[in-house]
């Protein structure tokens, strides 16, 4: 009864999704926004509870048993306090109850945002520009004929791009273009092909209870 | 407009004005729609567009619903309301004047109960899912079903084990994206089964989660995993764990577990975004041997260049039936194969069809 009972309600819900896609009536769409709107952020509601709850009890652990790096366990803690407070009593920009200004130091929730978790963010998105480099180097170097393929089309992709090299070989950006439209999309749409017809086997095998790996185990 | 206001002159503003409005129902839709089409003034070029409006059956003026430009003869009116008979007149309109057209057809709109424009989807669909189920039943009976080797996943074990003598924990990072995508749960059904392995071996699991739902999902799974393996005692609820759903901030979490933890081996199984290369990088750089699995294709040259084994595409769907053997996940998998070849068979028949148009001299098509 434990595995039946959500073998149950995928079923019923799983079919109702597939037909809600074939189905325009707005009795049918109505049923399911109210799904998507309004069920599912009541389950985000309480699944976030339980999120919170997790990284708490994970760093409260880490303080407890005062593992590696764990006065950084604090910093988290206090941090996700003090933003949940302002957020919370302080409103956005600063018009709640909460008091988010000390002479000319603000600290309301959208401060909060717009000057560490966006800098932090972008911080983070350029370290790509190094790994980028360094995946380069390891990608082109030709170590087979497969390598050597993909270093002179990277090559050519690359060459094509820069202003100064396409005056001298005007040829090449047509080249590139080529590599890109035609070698490029046709591998991408047989990939493309398989991810399909994979999501639909899958999505059919979990409304039918063949897979069962989500459950914790086929059996 | 010179040349419109001698037409109009002579020949009068019917010769200007559109013909035969014909109104309808907009098909496949949920009500609310009515198309319009007409037959464009003979002097379209010439015009700044059209305007449209609408009358109510027993109301006596129109009101104008929508304008289009010169060269188009539709509109669909979104305004229209359920079971009330409307219909529709088209003026042409210039710089000098307006030409208006006779009343359309009265036409009221209905909310459809099956869109027929994805017909070929349903039929598709049957066909995909019939020979999935076919090949499920089969299973039953035949069990040895022949599945060509994935490296990457006859890989699991010997990573498993390489983090066992190690001494070392194993990272499973099942993507970025929520539990409504396929490629999460794919990646819940890897995690069931290297949970599983991981039980055996009496290895260590650390499985960061950027969704509160997915973390829900995969704590239930990995228990389950591990008492199915039966060593229940073994589960560490807190190896399974939320962080953020922040993207970058969940990269640079899982960094730092990857620099300060070491782990023997890396998974990186479901959809990514631009933190894929972050991680899989970070993961080269500890030495950690890395297995990825995704459907996101423009991450994918990011991952087979930093990573040891990778899962393209549909190989992330077929990894639970790999790993599981189980015969009726491999009954499904060789359907969905079936399902590949026709759609490959349909390609090249196309494709030589097409190709044929191309060589008039054939006189074939």
């Known amino acids: ?20 896609f074939l189905i325009p009536h707005p009795f049918v769409q109505n049923i399911d926004s109210e799904f998507r709107d309004s069920v599912l952020r009541i389950i985000y509601a309480f699944s976030l509870v339980l999120g919170v709850g997790s990284i708490l009890h994970h760093h409260l652990e880490k303080i407890r048993k005062k593992k590696e790096h764990w006065p950084y366990s604090y910093v988290l803690i206090i941090s996700l306090f003090a933003t949940a407070l302002i957020g919370l009593f302080g409103g956005i920009e600063g018009k709640g109850p909460l008091p988010t200004t000390i002479g000319r130091f ?11 978790a966006v800098p932090l963010g972008a911080t983070m998105f350029s370290l790509l520009a190094f790994f980028m480099a360094s995946a ?34 005007p040829k090449l950006p047509f080249i590139s273009e080529w590599i890109l439209t035609v070698p490029n999309t046709a591998a991408k749409r047989g990939i493309g092909f398989g991810i399909t017809l994979g999501v639909l086997a899958t999505s059919l095998k979990i409304i039918l209870g063949i897979e069962r790996g989500w459950l914790g185990g086929t059996k | 407009m010179f040349y419109l206001t001698i037409i109009s002159f002579f ?11 014909w109104a309808r129902d907009n098909p496949n839709d949920g009500g609310g729609k009515i198309l319009v089409e007409w037959k464009l003034s003979s002097f379209d070029s010439l015009l700044l567009g059209y305007e449209v409006f609408r009358q109510g059956e027993g109301e006596r003026s129109e009101i104008k619903v929508g304008f289009v430009g010169p060269g188009r003869n539709s509109y669909l009116d979104e305004a229209a309301k359920n079971g009330i008979n409307y219909r529709y007149k088209v003026v042409a309109v210039s710089d000098s004047f307006r030409a208006e057209s006779q009343f359309s057809n009265f036409t009221r709109s209905s909310a459809q109960w099956f869109n027929t424009s994805k017909m070929s989807v349903v039929i598709f669909a049957l066909l995909l899912g019939g020979l999935i189920l076919f090949w499920t039943a089969k299973a039953k009976k035949r069990r040895d079903l022949f599945v060509r080797r994935i490296s990457g996943l006859s890989a699991v074990e010997e990573a498993v084990g390489r983090a066992t003598e190690m001494g070392k924990p194993v990272l499973f990072v099942p993507g970025l994206t929520g539990m409504s995508d396929v490629a999460t749960i794919a990646a819940m059904n890897i995690l069931s089964c290297v949970a599983e392995k991981i039980a055996q071996y009496s290895s260590k699991l650390i499985v960061p989660n950027v969704d509160p739902i997915v973390f829900t999902v995969a704590r239930e799974v990995v228990k389950e995993a591990y008492t199915a393996a039966g060593r229940p005692d073994a589960f560490l609820p807190d190896s399974v764990f939320y962080i953020t759903d922040s993207q970058f901030a969940f990269a640079a979490a899982v960094d730092g577990i990857m620099v300060r933890e070491r782990p023997a081996t890396n998974f990186f199984c479901g959809y990514f975004y631009a933190e894929s290369l972050i991680l899989a990088e970070t993961g080269a750089s500890t030495g950690a041997v890395q297995i990825a ?35 009726l996940l491999l009954g499904a998998l060789r359907g969905q194969d079936y399902g590949k070849l026709i ?16 060589f008039p001299v054939l006189k074939v098509f």
């Open chain 2, 343 to 358: 759609i490959m068979g349909v390609l090249i028949l196309l494709s030589l069809i097409s190709l044929l148009t191309k």
């Open chain 1, 106 to 116: 603000q600290f309301d929730i959208q401060t909060i945002y717009m000057n560490i």
């Open chain 1, 136 to 169: 380069s180097y390891r990608a082109f170097r030709a170590r087979n004929l497969e390598s050597m393929l993909l270093l002179i089309a990277a090559f050519i992709v690359m060459l094509g791009s820069m202003p100064p090299v396409a005056r001298l070989l």
């Open chain 2, 293 to 327: 699995a995704t459907d996101a294709v423009m991450q994918l040259p990011f991952f087979i260049t930093a990573c040891d084994y990778t899962l393209m595409g549909e190989e992330l769907y077929a990894a639970s039936a790999y790993l599981s053997r189980e015969p």
């Open chain 1, 1 to 20: 009864m434990r595995i039946r009972i959500p073998l149950i309600i995928v079923f019923i819900l799983g079919v109702f999704g597939a037909l809600t």
């Open chain 2, 11 to 21: 020949l009068g503003e019917m010769a200007l004005s559109p013909e035969s409005v």
